[in-house]
């Protein structure tokens, strides 16, 4: 048996799941490769590589076809990994990281095309009710230099060294096996998609727990490629649907509270941002969801 098994979950991802998965090729790991359904050529492009493959007749979401692909390895560390992230080096300092006292895992280094570090999504604290509110507000979008985001994103880290991060990017994670059954995988709550890393983190976290950001382990990483498959309205709504669901489990009371009214009052902005620019009320009726949920959740609760 491979030290590694590696999970990889696809949703229409033929145009990268080739690439992915040739860099595997000569690596010491067990990879399967849990499909959620695609529409286009991604069954195919796995079933020529010979590689173990789960398909799935419907759209599970991320979290249970990552789950459904960790209860079939075996392997003494897991490795979740994107269809759009090429593997450039070993398994090795990740596998080391994850021997270090008390660690849980890591994340390696993930670079652009350019070959660019993505300084800012590879690693991040934990996100705050602050840090969400912002977000939701566009605050860090049109000041991305605030005190708040910098320390959220790590902005002015040496990502050139090796260091203890509490949320290395889900795209490239590696976790020890005995982590991953003590938290019992990821959240299947979050469907389809969006911080169920974030929580897996935040649950290791709680347990003490530590994870780490592991330089020499590189990744190249495209980002975001499934993404358009989905649809605008159906991505911002599963953005904020989870965004406050994790609000809602972690934060008390009045920070829910105000990173619900941060949504109903960022949703408001965008609207007419784009009612004005459009010149057409298209987008009212896709932020009108995503405020009632947000209004309903004030009141209910998640």
Known sequence: MAPVGIIIVTYNSAEEI???????????????????????????????????????????????AANQGFAVLNNPYLLLLNPDAVVITTFAPLIAACNLAGSAGAGGR?????????AGFMARQLPTAAVLAMEALL??????TNPVNRRYRLLDRDYSVQFPVEQP?????????????????????????????????????????QL??????????TGGHSLPR????????YWYRSLLRYSFKYFHRPAFAAVCLAVLAGCFLRCVGEITAQRSFKAAAG??????FAGRSFFNGF
């Not at 991953?180 to 389809?192: A, I, K, M």
């Not at 911080?195 to 897996?200: A, G, K, L, Q, T």
């Not at 780490?212 to 990483?221: F, L």
């Not at 932020?287 to 009632?292: I, Q």
């Open 110 to 118: 993930l670079i652009d095309a350019n070959g660019r570090t993505q």
């Open 18 to 64: 080739g690439a992915c998965l040739d860099a595997l090729a000569g690596k010491d790991a067990d990879v399967v490769v849990v499909d959620n359904a695609s529409f286009d050529n991604t069954v195919h492009e796995v079933q020529a590589r010979g590689v173990r493959l789960l398909a799935n007749p419907e759209n599970r979401g991320f979290a249970a």
């Open 139 to 144: 605050l860090n979008k049109l000041w991305p």
């Open 287 to 292: 932020y009108g969801r995503v405020m009632r």
């Open 212 to 221: 780490y950001y592991v330089p020499q382990a590189v990744a190249k990483h």
């Open 169 to 209: 990017a889900g795209a490239f994670l590696m976790v020890r096996r005995e982590v991953w059954e003590q938290l019992r995988g990821l959240d299947e709550t979050y469907h389809p998609l969006w911080f169920e890393d974030v929580d897996f983190c935040k649950r290791i976290q709680l347990r003490g727990l």
């Open 230 to 237: 989905l649809g605008v309205e159906k991505r911002r709504f």
